[in-house]
């Protein structure tokens, strides 16, 4: 090894198993990622899959096993187990896919989905409500279609992203393309999945310690997740500064050039634990297009061999850079691919925010960006855009703010949508501005991890921000509002203008100052409050903008200037 | 004054007298003859509480047997009472249940008193299947010289009205046996009717005795089953039990209302074992008892006497009557009264099916609605009603795992009739009107023919919906004392998201191995319906075994449809697995039912 001497490698894969975590040590003894799942499967005691490991491995299989947690407390009185129901996330590279697709998903949503689908922050499909004997058919029904759901949860490389924003499209086949390729490059390589879900037979010579099923993940895979995006600039759609890797798409007169790479992004943290906090990716150089996928072996590489794997806490790649510093990361990854990283290209983010309505690109297709409330498909949407995928002949693209463009549309073919719409939406646009500019995730009822509301108290909670928006007369003022009902952090809130994650039923940490297109962590103002001093909080905050902000500038930079948060200028620095 | 003149002789001079008298008269053989009878007279004073037997009283020379069939206890203790007011007279009798009964033993029989009950649509109570069957089948014995006679207990409700009794007396005349006396068909108001006939055939039997002398037979020591020690509360004298517990255990979106409820017994000297039954003396629908008022145009408080009692009309239709239900005799009843072309059609005897259609869509309201009669007199229209009756419900519960609890799982029983929601009268009661703290009438209702065998006996339990009851009682008693013996649960319902009744409690015993194994079958989660006896077929060679091994088994839940199912179902998985034929397979099963490995409480 070539390890320089100061690193210190007691915390990572070096080491024997019973030195790290049980998680490593349950991974390592999973047969790659089978466990006892399939036998699981067939208790027709319990709705859940009743070994607490097989559980953990079903995410590297793309799904959760969660419970309706409004009823979880009435079940236990009804000496009935909790309502135990799975979310299945599907592996969609770059948010992107066909009307034949689209077709199917609706389908299986109705059939075996509580007739909802739900558009993810990093531009999937998940299936939610699916009971244990739908999962085999949901899974099956995708494959029809060349759809899985490997990898789209677990210790791996997660659904690879990728800029939909038609405003950027001068390179979007391109830079979606290689999305595609590294998301099939980076995915498990175990038979697993195809065994258990499709029922296929065990080859042979895959038995357990027979010979490496997983050439690059080796039998622990990596130490949490790991998040690629790829940004196509203007738009930061993608919030790349969020991912583990990110790539923005640099071009020239010539068309697409390569991508400057940014590494250590992420935004979970836990409360009361100050060791954790979000990070924004650093920016590290430039690599040319021919070279992202050796780029993206070696980084994960190095995250692989130096992640923390005793403490899960502190397992993700941001941690690992912090701790043996970005220099001595850079260098490593530059040492794996071969080649040292250019230096970085000059480009410009505008908005991390969708172009909505109708927008047409210079190949002369039309795009149309709908908008879905918290990405939650109900079965009025679900019908509309049924409609529209059976006439449609261009793509789907789901857009990381939770949106559904319906794209590439032809000239000809743009009444008939229209027209397909106005019969289902009567009013496609009642939405403000704040609204466009709002995520939420999932949380309550179906998320084990949330500690309270967030998709279905955000809506509640922003029309009471507009009323303080409008008594100022802000309402056209787009400002990023993001919820989470834990410190995780899957919508993203810690580099919102306006953050809030949840801490207990009612209660929110709220935070300010967050960049508006995503190049600024925002910090805390007020721990654990409840909705009459959050407004109470925004109504002065969004006051003195109003009076006191400068010609075009964001509500996250006025708060920043006023004084009324410090500037968090890097992670590590989030919680001081 | 009884002060003995002769020392040491506890008699008055004019009794000794009177013994001196009767002795020097007597040949040996009467004095072999009273010596006996003195005997049993002395075993019969010896007895607290006993009545003291008439003098004239004289022991039978025709041996007597009782012969019940029981379903839910009633014939059982109607058949014990038989015996020990037999007994009383003198007549030396057995009893026995027909479930136990060696029927190669009837050929020898003399005097044969019966007692059955009908259960389902006109057949014989489940233990009584065996007996029937022998009975009814061709190697019954010619009875010539045998006499008997039958008491049949049945429900009017029901087309089949006391079938089973009617079936026995038929054939116990077809095959030579001499009618002691017309068969009594009893109504679920059976008490008086029974009494009745108890008296008549002991005092027939007592009186012929008498005339003809034989040599003695022991009495009153030799009851073949001992006569249970008297409970403070039973049937007739129920405990006032308060709602402790009551709650819906179907999840939300169930198509089911399936309710737990517990009741503390505490202070009531009521005990039980796992299998045995909880009667609920219920109180109709205040709001049924009103809309019958209304329909009848009586005040509530309208008085009449009734054996001697006063009541008020509301009173008596809440805690008395049968309300819901009308009887064909009710039927006849109305007709008479209405003198409606309608009703009067009915009671042809070529309409039965129609007229048990019309019952079944009719309560006594709807009836008194549609064909009205003015001027109604409160006690000749109770006097076409049925008592009210106790309803049974089998307890979940093991006084083991919960001392001074008795715990139900009751399905309240839902349906609309013209144009109304109508509730069955003990159901509707619990789930609707019994809030913890409510008070409520119960007793125990023993049910020996559904036990738990020794505790190293493997045991497969089968059940669906409400029937789980017992077997939660059976896992919480064999938890608490340790049993060793396997167990296996087959349980059905409609979903298993929300219907899958005490789910987590049969976790916990999978868990900690009380349960050995577990196989549910929810018909309603797909398109092709599963339910119990699939399970068991799929799993037929481990149900084989399990019963090779002496498995004990146990049905209980719907006797239309789940009963005769896994009936079935063993008998094909007997055949199947031990690749004999149909008959043999049979033959297996009925030799389990006859071993008592083979136990149903089914409704």
């Known amino acids: ?576 | 004054m009884t002060a003995s003149e002769l020392p040491g002789i506890p008699l008055s001079p004019e009794q000794w007298r009177q013994v001196e008298a009767l002795s020097r008269s007597l040949d040996p053989m009467q004095v072999r003859w009273l010596s006996g009878y003195f005997a049993g007279l002395d075993a019969g004073l010896r007895q607290p509480h006993q009545p003291q037997p008439a003098f004239s009283a004289a022991a039978s020379s025709r041996a007597l047997t009782i012969l019940y069939g029981t379903e839910t206890g009633n014939a059982a203790e109607l058949g014990k009472a038989l015996q020990a007011r037999a007994s009383e007279k003198g007549l030396a009798c057995t009893v026995s249940d027909m479930a136990d009964y060696k029927v190669r033993q009837l050929a020898q029989e003399q005097d044969v008193l019966i007692v059955v009950s009908t259960y389902g649509e006109g057949d014989p109570p489940q233990p009584a299947t065996g007996f029937f069957e022998f009975v009814e089948g061709r190697k019954a014995p010619k009875l010539d010289g045998a006499r008997f006679a039958v008491l049949a207990l049945g429900d009017s409700t029901y087309e089949y009205y006391c079938q089973a009794g009617k079936r026995l007396d038929a054939r116990f005349e077809e095959l030579g046996a001499e009618r002691l006396a017309p068969r009594v068909d009893c109504d679920v108001d059976y008490e008086d009717a029974a009494e009745s006939w108890i008296a008549a055939m002991v005092d027939r039997l007592a009186a012929e005795a008498q005339a003809a002398p034989a040599p003695p037979a022991p009495p009153a020591a030799t009851a073949a089953s001992p006569v249970a020690a008297p409970s403070l509360h039973d049937k007739r004298n129920p405990f006032p039990a308060p709602v402790i517990e009551n709650l819906a255990i179907v999840g939300r979106g169930s198509s089911k209302e399936t309710r737990h409820i517990e009741f503390s017994l505490a202070g009531s000297g009521l005990t039980y074992e796992p299998g045995d039954a909880l009667g609920i003396a219920a109180s109709n629908d205040p709001a049924v008892v009103s809309g019958l008022l209304d329909a009848l145009g009586i005040a509530p408080d309208a008085r009449f006497e009734l054996k001697g009692q006063g009541f008020s009309l509301g009173e008596a239709l809440t805690h008395r009557f049968e309300i819901t239900a009308a009887t064909p005799r009710f039927l006849d009843y109305w007709a008479l009264l209405s003198e409606a072309a309608e009703l009067k059609q009915l009671q042809h005897e070529d309409r039965a099916g129609e007229r048990s259609v019309f019952l079944r869509t009719h309560h006594i309201a709807d009836i008194v609605r549609r064909f009205p009669v003015a001027d109604i007199q409160p006690q000749r229209f109770v006097s076409a009603l049925r008592p009210l009756q106790p309803r049974l419900y089998s307890l979940a519960s093991s006084l083991s795992a919960a001392p001074d609890e008795a715990h139900l799982t009751v399905a309240p029983v839902r349906y609309t009739l013209h144009g109304s929601a109508r509730s069955g009268v003990a159901s509707g009661l619990l789930a609707d009107r019994a809030e913890p703290d409510t008070v409520l009438p119960v007793y125990i209702q023993n049910n020996p023919h559904f036990r738990l065998p020794a505790d190293d006996t493997p045991i497969l339990m089968i059940g669906a919906g409400t029937g789980v009851a017992p077997y939660r009682a059976f896992l919480q008693e064999r938890e608490a004392r340790g049993a060793g013996g396997k167990s296996w649960l087959f349980f059905g319902e409609r979903n298993f998201r929300t219907d899958f009744l005490y789910q987590i409690e049969w976790q916990g015993w999978l868990k900690d191995g009380t349960l050995s194994r577990m196989d549910v079958a929810f018909s309603r989660d797909r398109a092709e319906k599963t339910y119990v006896q699939h399970r068991m077929k799929e799993q037929a060679r481990d149900v084989f075994a399990w019963l090779e091994d002496g498995a004990h088994v146990y049905v209980c839940g719907d006797a239309a449809n789940l009963a005769p199912d896994v009936h079935q179902a063993l008998i094909d998985i007997v055949a199947g697995e031990a690749h004999t034929g149909r008959e043999a397979a049979e033959d297996y099963v009925r030799s389990l039912q006859a071993d008592h490995r083979y136990q149903r409480d089914v409704y």
């Open chain 1, 1 to 576: 090894m070539t390890d320089a001497p100061a690193i210190d490698r007691s915390r990572d894969i070096s080491q024997p198993l019973d030195r790290l975590s049980a998680d490593e040590r349950m991974k390592d003894a999973s047969d790659q990622l089978r466990g006892t799942i399939a036998i699981g499967l067939l208790d027709r005691i319990t709705g859940a899959v009743p070994s607490a490991d097989d559980v953990k491995l079903m995410k590297f299989h793309g799904i959760y096993q969660q419970d309706d947690r409004d009823v979880r407390d009435e079940r236990r009185r009804q000496k009935l187990e909790p309502a135990f129901q799975f979310m299945i996330r599907v592996r969609l590279p770059g948010g992107v896919c066909t009307p034949a697709q689209w077709l199917k998903l609706d389908e299986l949503a109705r059939a075996h989905g509580g007739e909802t689908l739900r558009i993810t922050t990093r531009q999937t499909f998940q299936f939610h409500w699916v009971l244990k004997d739908s999962l085999r058919p949901i899974i099956q029904g995708l494959h029809d279609t060349l759809l899985d759901t490997v990898a789209a949860c677990g210790d791996d490389s997660r659904g690879v992203m990728c800029t939909v924003d038609p405003q950027s499209s001068r390179f979007h086949a391109e830079v979606a393309a290689l999305a595609k390729r590294v998301s099939d490059h980076v995915i498990p390589k175990t038979r697993a999945y195809h065994e258990i879900w499709y029922g296929n037979e065990r080859v042979a010579g895959s038995e357990a310690g027979a010979g490496p099923e997983e050439p690059f993940y080796g039998r622990t895979y990596m130490p949490r997740k790991f998040k690629i995006g790829f940004a196509l600039p203007p738009s930061n759609d993608i919030d790349v500064y969020a991912q583990d890797l990110g790539f923005i798409a640099i071009g020239g007169e010539e068309g697409l050039e390569g991508f400057n790479v940014v590494i250590g992004g992420g935004m979970g943290r836990t409360d009361q634990a100050p060791e954790t906090y979000p990070r924004l990716a650093s920016p590290v150089g430039f690599v040319p297009a021919d070279r992202v996928i050796a780029c993206a072996d070696a980084v994960m590489a190095v995250q692989r061999d130096y992640g923390d794997r005793k403490d899960r806490q502190r397992a993700r790649f941001k941690y690992t850079i912090d701790d043996k510093g970005l220099d001595w990361i850079k260098g490593e990854i530059e040492r794996l691919m071969g080649a040292p990283f250019e230096g970085a290209r000059p480009f410009t983010f505008t908005s991390n925010g969708d172009s909505y309505g109708w927008n047409t690109t210079p190949d002369g297709r039309h795009h149309r960006t709908l908008v879905i409330e918290n990405g939650r498909l109900d079965l009025r949407l679900l019908d509309a855009l049924r409609d529209v995928a059976r006439v449609h002949r261009g793509t789907f693209r789901l857009t990381p703010n939770q949106n559904v463009i319906i794209a590439g549309v032809r000239d000809d073919d743009r009444p008939a949508i229209d027209a397909i719409l106005a019969e289902h939406l009567p009013e496609p646009d009642d939405f403000s501005v704040l609204r466009r500019n709002a995520i939420a995730c999932v949380a309550l009822p179906t998320c084990g991890l949330a500690m309270a509301e967030s998709e279905r108290y955000l809506p509640g909670l922003l029309d009471k921000i507009e009323a303080i928006m409008a008594e100022h007369g802000l309402s056209g003022e787009p400002i990023t509002v993001r919820m989470s009902g834990c410190p995780n952090g899957c919508s993203r809130p810690y580099i919102a203008e306006i953050g809030l994650t949840g801490r207990a039923p009612g209660k929110y940490n709220l935070y300010l100052g967050g960049g508006f297109h995503g190049e600024r962590l925002n910090r805390m103002i007020r721990e654990n409050i409840g909705e009459a001093a959050i407004l109470e909080v925004l109504s002065d905050v969004i006051g003195r903008y109003s009076r006191e902000r400068e010609p075009g500038e964001h509500f996250g930079d006025f708060t920043i200037r006023a004084g009324i948060v410090r500037e968090v200028t890097e992670g590590r620095f989030f919680n001081d």
